[in-house]
Each structure stands twice: as structure tokens, then as C-alpha cells.
């Protein structure tokens, strides 16, 4: 089968297409003919090298992808060959073929395309888990989004505004923030322009948010805890702005805060199997209303990821980029 294979890490140039083996489902794994893949960040660390897939997942990149049920393995049931799916995986992704463990595999939600469907797995999953399972987010609080356009960013604002949380953004430009708010984000900030611990205290009346979730980590730390609320929960979800800093522990503790770091990808089988049984109930509704979608930024093929890799970079997109077989 064609696959992106990553034999060194470097730039977008060493993602590379290439013929390989096609997988085997073993016991309780699903063998799916992929339709489409989403692209994410954690992509991009692990062809820099930064973010190696867990022990006896596939080396191949691709957290993600919609396709047809290909192969049942031995155990699994709730599932038929032909059937329409999309999947979190712990990699392998960019190919024709992928194997997922059964708990990992959703539905594709009605009104969504199979194509689409690639991209909500991995969005829906990281949001709920971190923002609602985590972080308790409640209606009528304030919750914070660093990097409102982003695809997790966009599922993120959907969601709050689903469970009535006031939903607060940050992006680069007017264009982004515009998006932002047409999903349902009242305080728009643009962090080129404005501080965003200012400007979400003015627009929240000084209370602060409730909870921010962040993909800058140390960057913004002890900004991030200086805006908190009382009782509010930082959940760390990305380094894009470094690995150390400091924090006054005093403030934190004068808020009785939380700060919380997660990774979504090192989770052992059955956390991933309880997050997306969780994302099954409680967000596959809000998709098959329409109060939640997936947004789709542009669609690549899946030899072209080099392409899609760049793009991302290059932090042009407005939600998720695709690979397409």
C-alpha cells in the first residue's frame, strides 16, 4: 500500500511517499481502508523528531483518519465490514490502510461526509477530554481558547458555547478572530495587537477565565495564571512556546488554582477507549444537530503531505487540513 513514511526527522522534505506492507488487525483491532487523515500539530513534532509514537504503535505519522471498515480481528464485535468510520489512532495514519484498536473507532456522524470525518477524532477528543472530563468546564463560566482557529481551537469554541460557557479567543489576525466569532466566541482577542490577560479581564468585568486551555505552554504560563479566576484550572495541552518557565506559586495559590498538563497520544488503550465512548455520547449528538461541525480548511493528497505539513507551519489555515487517498 502507499503510505507517508518519515525514515529521518527534518523539515516537510522527509515525510515520503513510499510502498509499504500493508497492516494485519490482531485481536480486538479494526482494519480500515482510509478515506482521509487528518493533519495536527503533534504531526509536525514527530517529523521534527520532538514526538516519537508510543511504544508498538506504527512509526508512520497520522493520528487520525475516516474510511470503511476493511478487516475485523478476532473479538471485535459492534462493527461490520463495509461500514463507514473515522478513528483516533496512535499513529500510522497517512497511508491507504490503517490498524485501530475497536474502542478507538467511531461512527461517522450523520450529515458529515466520510471525507470530513477525518477531521473530528482527534479535535473532539483532545476538547472533551481536557476541557470538559479535566478541567470541568461548567455553564456560565468563562473558558479561554489560545489559538482560537486552530482545528482544536474551533471545536473547542463549538463545544463551549454548546454547554453555555462564555468562550474567550485568541488569534493573529482580524480574519481568524471573524471565524471565531461566527462559531460562537464572544471575546475576541488578537494577541499581535492586544495582551490577552487585559483585554479577557475587560471583557469579563474583571472575573478572569474559569478556564483557559493552552497550546503555548511555557510562554504564557504565568500570564496564563495570572488571568485565572478564583478556583480557575490552566490545562496545558502544547509547547509551541517552549518547555520551561517559571510560575509565583503565591498567585496560584491565592487563586486555589489548578495547573494541569495532558497528553492525548501516551494515554494507555483504556483511557483513549473511555474518551471516545465519552466523545460518542456527549458530542456526536451535538455533530448530528449541526450545533457542532467540523471545519475544513483545505485538503491535500496523501502524497502531497509535504505540502499539508507547510501549511500548517506556516499557521495560515482556519481548522483542519486534510490528506485524501
Excluded at 168 to 194: F, H, I, P, W
Excluded at 230 to 255: N, P, Q, S
Aim: with cysteine.
Amino acid at each position: 500500500m502507499r503510505a507517508i513514511t518519515l525514515p529521518q526527522p527534518g523539515g516537510p522534505e522527509a515525510l515520503v511517499p513510499a510502498d509499504v506492507d500493508a497492516p494485519t488487525p490482531g485481536p480486538g483491532e479494526v482494519l480500515v481502508d482510509v478515506v482521509a487523515a487528518g493533519v495536527n500539530r503533534a504531526d509536525v513534532m514527530q517529523r521534527l523528531g520532538h514526538y516519537p509514537p508510543p511504544e508498538g504503535a506504527s512509526p508512520l505519522p497520522g493520528l487520525e483518519v475516516s474510511g470503511r471498515v476493511a478487516a475485523l480481528g478476532d473479538g471485535v464485535e459492534g462493527w461490520t465490514v463495509g461500514g463507514e468510520v473515522c478513528a483516533l489512532l496512535d499513529g500510522g495514519g497517512y497511508a491507504e490502510q490503517a490498524v485501530v484498536p475497536a474502542g478507538q473507532l467511531l461512527p461517522v456522524p450523520s450529515g458529515v461526509s466520510l471525507e470530513d470525518a477525518a477531521a473530528l477524532p482527534e479535535v473532539a477528543c483532545t476538547v472533551w477530554s481536557n476541557v470538559f472530563l479535566v478541567a470541568n468546564i461548567q455553564p456560565g463560566q468563562v473558558l479561554l481558547v489560545h489559538g482560537g482557529s486552530s482545528g482544536i481551537g474551533t471545536m473547542a469554541i463549538q463545544l463551549g458555547k454548546a454547554v453555555g460557557a462564555h468562550v474567550a479567543v485568541t488569534a493573529g489576525s482580524q480574519a481568524k478572530l471573524d471565524v471565531c466569532r461566527d462559531l460562537g466566541a464572544e471575546m475576541l482577542v488578537n494577541y499581535r495587537e492586544e495582551d490577552f490577560v487585559e483585554r479577557v479581564r475587560a471583557l469579563s468585568d474583571g472575573h478572569g477565565a474559569d478556564v483557559i486551555l493552552d497550546n503555548m505552554g511555557a510562554k504564557y504560563l504565568s500570564r496564563n495564571v495570572d488571568l485565572l479566576a478564583t478556583g480557575g484550572r490552566l490545562v496545558t495541552i502544547g509547547l509551541m512556546g517552549g518547555r520551561t518557565g517559571e510560575l509565583d506559586m503565591g498567585v496560584l495559590l491565592a487563586k486555589r488554582g489548578a495547573v494541569i498538563a495532558t497528553s492525548l497520544r501516551s494515554r494507555p488503550a483504556t483511557e483513549k477507549a473511555a474518551i471516545v465512548a465519552a466523545v460518542r455520547e456527549h458530542v456526536w449528538p451535538l455533530v448530528e444537530s449541526g450545533d457542532v461541525r467540523p471545519i475544513v480548511h483545505s485538503r491535500h493528497r496523501l502524497e502531497d503531505a509535504a505540502e499539508a505539513h507547510r501549511e500548517m507551519e506556516a499557521s495560515t489555515h482556519i481548522g483542519k487540513i486534510l490528506l485524501t487517498t
